[in-house]
């Protein structure tokens, strides 16, 4: 598994607390009353997470912003100019991401994302409220990119999680294969393929079509992705296009 260094430029969010303990650093939720058990895990967690206060200060909807910021850092595969597709885009962290580094507020590039939630407009992204696994989803993302292949295909969508270890690998791996099949149709040669898969299930087929059709294929766990989530990241490099 290729393990991501701390990029150049890269600064953890040390706020203004370097020289106190580690014990004062950590926010406690003060009420927990009138809590549940989960909610106050849930915001406690918010509050100790040092890419939820970094995500706010750079202007990134999300956290997760920072593990395509991480992955792209080291293998840097956004460029400016570039077709792009981002499917699972809400609440638009990664379209974010791609914006800038595509320059797509500058009139360079073609963005388009995709989720079952509506996403808020970001200026050079074209975004569509609709299932990917509806019928038609493919054709209206190809139209959107004006008829140009595609760079990149991002995909970091996941279904709800039923808590159920095998349900939840099953309905990755279908979101992820769905996700690769499409980036076959579209992708350009050379094109890149970045998708979320869980650590630990059998994703055997999908591995063995990325390697088929990619020169390089890794597996990747970015810092920002939390430690006790299973997500893990399948970058595929270098589309060997067929004719
Ligand atoms: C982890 S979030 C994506 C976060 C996003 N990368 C960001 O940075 O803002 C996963 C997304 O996948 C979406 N999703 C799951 N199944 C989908 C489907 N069949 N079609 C479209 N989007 C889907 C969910 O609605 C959810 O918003």
């Known amino acids: 598994m290729a393990k991501i260094r701390k990029p150049s430029g890269w600064n953890k969010p040390k706020g ?17 009353r009138g809590r549940t058990v989960s909610s106050a895990r849930w915001l406690s967690r918010q509050l100790n997470d040092p890419y939820v206060g970094l995500a706010k200060k750079e202007g990134y909807r999300c956290r997760s912003a920072f593990k395509l910021i991480e992955i792209d850092d080291r293998f840097k ?11 699972g885009a809400a609440p638009g962290g990664w379209s974010q991401v791609c914006a800038r580094r595509a320059d797509a507020a500058e ?23 609709k299932d990917f696994f509806d019928e038609d ?10 008829g140009v292949y595609a760079d990149v295909v991002l995909s970091d969508m996941a279904a709800h ?16 294969e769905t996700a690769l ?15 979320k898969v869980l650590r630990g299930g059998s994703e055997h087929d999908l591995l063995s079509k990325l390697k088929k059709n990619f020169k390089t ?26 004719a």
Request: proline share 3%.
């Open 181 to 195: 099949d499409f980036a076959m149709e579209i992708l350009k040669p050379g094109g890149t393929f970045l998708c």
């Open 137 to 146: 989803a493919p054709q209206v993302l190809i139209e959107a990119l004006g």
């Open 161 to 176: 999680a039923t808590g159920h270890k095998q349900t939840d690998h099953l309905k990755i791996i279908d979101l992820a």
């Open 16 to 32: 203004d607390d370097n020289s106190r303990t580690a014990r004062d650093l950590k926010k406690r939720v003060k009420t927990a």
């Open 107 to 129: 009139g360079k590039g073609r963005i388009v994302g995709i989720d079952l939630h509506e996403v808020e407009a970001i200026a050079g992204v074209t975004l569509f409220k």
């Open 77 to 87: 595969f956004l460029k400016p100019g570039q077709a792009i597709v981002d499917l």
């Open 217 to 242: 294929v890794k597996h990747i766990k970015p810092q920002a992705s939390r430690a006790d989530s299973a997500e893990l990241f399948v970058l595929a490099q270098g589309f060997r296009k067929k």
